[in-house]
Structure formats: structure tokens, C-alpha cells
């Protein structure tokens, strides 16, 4: 197998980071995406870095994961708190620890970067595959329950 790599997401990315959000909330939640407004949504992030970052995993020039990055600021911790999002690997990518060098690869920059204190994510409480992931990496599912509202 090629090398991986994984590095900042290029506007060039955006159709790849589509077909995989689409992928993804068909999979993990049974949902149809509007494709017009998920490529404004991304094209949002190249657009606007004040609205996240994306992250791509590439074997040789194929773009085969993918996540997104949003801030949230934290008071109690005076600095920034990276939510991972979107994550998607592609099905015959999988099981090769993808995910676990792409979120390794965000880490060591939150790692450097000493305003950032942390990285959370959710999980839907149905994705147990994930959550097995998550939790071998090291991140703690315990301490918070997410509750939301959605137009």
C-alpha cells in the first residue's frame, strides 16, 4: 500500500469532502443531503477560515478521509476548543487506522499551538464502531451528554 499522507484540505478537495459528507449522513443517520447547500457549506470553509478547516487523509493523489475542524471559544480554559467534524473515511479505505493518522495529525498541531486547549467531538450514540475508535485514541465519552435543537 502507498504512504498516507495528511495535510490541510485544498479548495481543490471540495468535491471529494461533498461526496463524502453525502456518503456519510446516508450511512450513519439515513439522511439525504441538499448537494446544493453542502457545496455552499464547504465552499463556506475555503472561503471563511473563521468557520473551521479541513483535513484530508491522501493515498498517493486520492483523497480517501476527510474531516472538518469548527472553534469553539472556552472561557474556563481561556482559549479555543477544536470540534471534530464530518469525519468520513471511505468503506474500502477502512480498517487501516486512516482516521487514527488524521486525527493524530490535528493533535500534534493543537499540541503546538498553545491558545488551543483541546479537541471534543460527538458521535451519534448509535455509530458504536466509532465509538470504539474514539475511545482507543484516547478521547473520554464520559463527561458530557450533547443536547440540541435544529431548525
Known amino acids: 500500500m502507498s504512504s498516507i499522507t495528511y495535510r490541510d484540505a485544498h479548495p481543490s478537495d471540495r468535491d471529494a469532502i461533498v461526496e463524502f459528507q453525502i ?7 439515513e439522511l439525504e443531503l441538499d448537494r446544493d447547500v453542502l457545496l455552499s457549506g464547504v465552499e463556506a470553509v475555503f472561503h471563511d477560515p473563521t468557520r473551521g478547516r479541513y ?3 491522501e493515498i498517493g493523489d486520492r483523497v480517501v478521509a476527510s ?5 469553539e471559544w472556552s472561557d474556563w ?13 471511505r468503506p474500502e479505505d477502512r480498517r487501516q487506522r486512516i482516521y487514527a493518522g488524521l486525527y493524530e495529525h490535528v493533535k500534534k ?5 498553545p491558545r488551543v486547549r483541546g ?4 458521535v451519534d450514540r448509535r455509530n458504536v464502531p466509532a465509538q470504539q475508535v474514539y475511545t482507543r485514541l484516547g ?3 464520559e463527561h ?6 435544529m431548525k
Open 55 to 57: 483535513f484530508v487523509a
Open 139 to 141: 478521547m473520554n465519552g
Open 77 to 89: 480554559r481561556n482559549g479555543m476548543v477544536w470540534w471534530i467534524q464530518s469525519v468520513y473515511v
Open 109 to 113: 498541531i493543537v499540541e503546538s499551538q
Open 23 to 29: 456518503a456519510m449522513a446516508r450511512e450513519t443517520e
Open 67 to 71: 474531516l472538518l475542524i469548527t472553534y
Open 119 to 122: 479537541i471534543r467531538l460527538y
Open 144 to 149: 458530557y451528554q450533547v443536547f440540541e435543537w
